[in-house]
């Protein structure tokens, strides 16, 4: 076979609605065409400090051990299981959707003994149910997803926090889908680690996991018997103290390489540095409570249309994450083929699901560089067309006009609440 014919990969342009990717912030994408620079550059070591020190706003806190892990978002969960967890530790899960589902599996790879409780798609826990299990399981761990994508349901965290450092648990979230969209307070809600990537709220690419751990974290941590790599570590391969059972995903080597120790680690993924500092110096520059009243805004605005156009929203709406919603898809079309029809004729792309919910519910996400009016609109009036090409009844411009009046009472709202911001 011979590739003389191959041309430069040019993909077509798409807006993508669904739960995540989403188009990128073109600021991001041209931060991550910058020049390579050395490891050690000074330079690039001060582009480390001041990605941590955004990434403290982004995760609202003061924990010194806030850093990137290098892949994807699951890269983040994974180096957290697997540092914090020794084999036969108990684990606790509530699961509530798919990805309470993958850290289970983390957890259990890491070799520890998960107890999960579930709850049906479309849910969340109480705080009540959680601290039963947790009185019940006494686990060293609770992991728990924030935001689930799969359901589209937000899990709220205030208080378990406070119900962990009473029953002395390290908490655990997964807040991939949720950071900059939903509010996160990772210090008030006493969050002992938290992860997240950059193509939800963040709007970059994945490919990059903002981590941050609580001093609580770093203690459990750095208190498992290190063993330098290279060194055999036989003997120490069974019961307490054994060494984390990843070099990549060590979170003991990887504090030391971006902390002042600077120890050599891995090669750092610079372009993706570059991108996920230039995500979270976009997000702390609007301000991060404006950031997750964007996506209010928008996302409510998608709601409000699809309701008026007749479709069924999924789960419960008083948990539903402010930046994807779940519609029922109407009976008799057919999902995969309207989802075709919509990128083959507007070039937009719309969420599919999984599991118990797949070929039952689309997702529709309005999240990061893609929470705005315009994609809103388009997204509406392009959906109304062809699902009434598909036989859908539904009255002509009703739900682009339904975001449109959403649009309108939302900023006379925020003009009667903040009259002296009306002339701004
Ligand atoms: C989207 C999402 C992920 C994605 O993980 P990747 O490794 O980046 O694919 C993880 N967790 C949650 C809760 C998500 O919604």
Redesign the pocket.
């Known amino acids: 076979m011979s590739f003389e014919s191959f041309e430069s990969f040019n993909p077509p342009t798409r807006l993508l609605m669904g739960?995540?990717p989403i188009n990128a912030d073109p600021r991001v994408l041209r931060a991550m065409s910058a020049p390579l620079i050395g490891q050690y550059d000074p330079a690039m070591t001060a582009c480390m400090n001041e990605t941590q020190a955004l990434y403290r706003d982004v995760f609202r806190t003061k924990n010194e051990a806030t850093l990137l892990v290098d892949?994807?978002?699951?890269?983040g969960?994974e180096a957290v299981l697997v540092s914090l967890i020794e084999p036969g530790d108990r684990v606790l899960v509530p699961v509530f959707g798919r990805?309470g589902h993958?850290l289970r599996e983390i957890a259990e790879r890491a070799g520890a003994e998960v107890h999960i409780i579930e709850v049906e798609w479309g849910e969340v826990f109480t705080p009540e149910q959680v601290e039963t299990a947790i009185r019940e399981v006494r686990p060293k761990v609770l992991a728990m997803?924030?935001?689930?994508?799969?359901t589209t349901m937000c899990q709220p965290l205030e208080e378990i926090g406070g119900i962990c450092r009473a029953h002395d648990v390290l908490f655990y979230t997964?807040?991939?889908?949720?950071l900059a969209g939903n509010v996160l307070d990772t210090d008030a809600w006493q969050l002992d680690a938290v992860t997240a990537?950059l193509?939800?709220c963040l709007a970059g690419p994945?490919g990059s996991?903002p981590t941050t751990l609580s001093p609580r974290a770093v203690e459990c941590i750095r208190g498992r018997a290190h063993i330098e790599a290279g060194l055999v570590g036989d003997g120490h391969d069974a019961g307490r103290g054994v060494r984390i059972r990843s070099n990549y995903f060590d979170l003991s080597m990887i504090l030391d390489y971006w902390g002042e120790a600077r120890l050599n680690h891995h090669t750092e993924a610079t372009s993706m540095l570059y991108g996920a500092r230039e995500c979270a110096r976009l997000l702390v520059n609007e301000g991060m409570d404006q950031a997750i009243a964007r996506h209010a805004l928008h996302g409510g605005a998608m709601t409000a249309g699809l309701s008026a156009m007749g479709l069924e929203l999924f789960g419960d709406q008083r948990h539903r994450m402010n930046n994807v919603v779940g519609i029922y898809i109407p009976d008799g079309v057919e999902g995969e083929v309207l989802r075709r029809t919509l990128l083959d004729d507007y070039a937009i792309e719309i969420g599919t699901s999984f599991g118990p919910l797949h070929g039952r519910i689309w997702r529709i996400g309005t999240m990061g560089y893609n929470a705005r009016r315009d994609t809103v609109m388009t997204t509406l009036a392009a959906l109304e067309e062809v699902l009434r090409q598909a036989g859908v009844s539904i009255t002509a411009g009703s739900g682009a006009g339904a975001a449109r009046e959403h649009y309108q009472q939302k900023t006379q709202q925020t003009a009667q609440q903040t009259p002296e911001r009306t002339h701004v």
């Open positions: 739960p995540g892949g994807t978002s699951r890269a969960i990805f993958l997803v924030q935001g689930d994508t799969s997964d807040a991939t889908a949720s990537g193509q939800k994945s996991a």
